[in-house]
């Protein structure tokens, strides 16, 4: 049994023990939202030709050096996806529309509402320079340039320049196969009977969403009771089976809080036992071979609360992100926190803007079992151990979730 543990200390602990999972190839429509798996390199300029970025005309700037309006004999119009068949002169214009390659001689473009036009002519009506108003080849890449990094998720912005690339499919990470198992002789499973002193297994559909926000896919291993061998049989077969283990419940010190017990039954070891945090704190990490299983609280709000801060990284890297941290940044508290703090306590809120500037707003309510106050949570704050009352506008760290 490890002594307890700083929430960041423990996390980076954990990440030393995680690789990601193995990749596959998948066709770029499927891939939306998962992590690269190799590096992404443009194999063309792109643009791959000069073109124009408005409706108007392509002509020779030096037109526009001498007594101004000038006007221009109109040869042809080329709209986008055709191509230029005359050569732009001294005196004349092609007219081009978005889109459209930039015919040879022209070196600027004006738009159409900067002239006055006949089907013929085009009067220029100030000076352009060369270069003016078009979008060279090569502007947003130039063939070699590295497109995308290994753990970068494919987006739309990036699965759209992979495709103008050639690209059809892509190596990306697998989704995590996450084991889920929730204890208690207290809960009630969805269409069984209840009888008094249960209470709804609220944690399963609360990690099996979290787990699905995450990229990951859950695992559910059943509602094993307050039995050290029913828990241990649990976490043999998930730990075989999935990439990670998470359960719920059993990790405090009352006589049926078997589930540290039951992971070394299982054969696992225990690598951390406890953290110094409210809420979330009661908890054990263990590995067997190169897997970890994160046993949280049975409170639905500590374990989630300990699922974002520690566990959620170790599933970002298990996703193929690097490093896998959390996001942090340090923000004002957009409402005050009346209780002084003993321990590190990290509320639950959302990180909002309120007057042009970024506020953290804890929950209403804090309390370990108030799952509800999750519900459109995108981060959690942290107040330092040995705080007092903190005041609104107290600037503290906060931990971006991004739910």
């Keep these: 049994m490890e002594h307890p ?49 408005y409706d108007g005309y392509a002509f020779q700037s030096g ?15 080329v709209p986008a996806g055709a191509v230029p068949t005359q050569t732009v002169v001294p005196g004349t ?7 459209a390659p930039i015919p040879p001689g022209a070196d600027a473009v004006t738009k159409f509402e900067e002239t006055r036009f006949s089907p013929d002519t085009v009067t220029l009506l100030r000076r352009y320079e060369a270069g003016e108003n078009m979008i060279r080849r090569g502007e947003d890449l130039r063939a070699g340039d590295q497109l ?8 739309p912005g990036l699965a759209g320049a992979l495709w103008a690339q050639g690209a059809r499919e892509v190596a990306v990470y697998r989704r995590p196969r996450v084991g889920l198992i929730t204890t208690g002789s207290e809960l009630q499973e969805p269409g069984t009977p209840g009888r008094m002193g249960q209470i709804p297994n609220s944690n399963r559909p609360a990690f099996e969403a979290a787990l699905k926000l995450a990229g990951a896919e ?72 190169k897997k970890l299983a994160c046993c949280l609280s049975g409170n639905p709000a500590s374990a989630m609360t300990c ?50 500037g970024l506020v953290f707003m804890p929950a209403p309510s804090q309390s370990n079992g108030a799952l509800h106050s999750l519900a459109d949570a995108n981060a959690l704050g942290e107040i330092p151990a040995g705080s007092p009352p903190m005041k609104a506008g107290t600037l503290i760290q906060i931990s971006y979730i991004g739910m």
């Design 218 to 289: 859950p695992v559910y291993y059943g509602a094993p009771g307050d039995d050290c061998d029913a828990i241990a049989s649990a976490l043999s077969v998930a730990w075989q089976e999935t990439d990670l283990v998470i359960t719920t419940g059993g990790v405090s010190v009352g006589d049926y809080d078997l589930t540290p017990a039951a992971l070394e039954q299982a054969g696992g070891t225990i690598a951390v036992q406890n953290l110094l945090m409210k809420p979330g704190g009661k908890c054990c990490f263990g590995r067997q071979g």
């Design 93 to 99: 214009a092609v007219k081009v529309l978005t889109g």
């Design 307 to 356: 699922f974002y801060a520690v566990v959620l990284p170790l599933l970002r890297k298990l996703s193929g992100q690097p490093e896998g941290r959390l996001p942090e940044l340090t923000v004002p508290l957009g409402a005050d926190y009346p209780k002084a703090s003993h321990q590190t306590r990290l509320l639950r809120g959302r990180l909002t803007i309120v007057n042009d």
């Design 5 to 53: 543990m700083e929430w960041r200390q423990a996390r980076d602990l954990l990440l030393k023990h995680i690789q990601p999972v193995e990749a596959e190839l998948l066709p770029l429509s499927q891939a939306t939202g998962r992590l690269l798996a190799s590096p992404q390199w443009a194999s063309s300029d792109m643009p791959p030709f000069d073109r124009s970025p």
């Design 148 to 155: 995308a990094s290994p753990g970068q998720r494919l987006d």
């Design 63 to 77: 037109d526009t050096k001498g007594k101004l309006p000038v006007t221009l004999q109109v040869l042809e119009e």
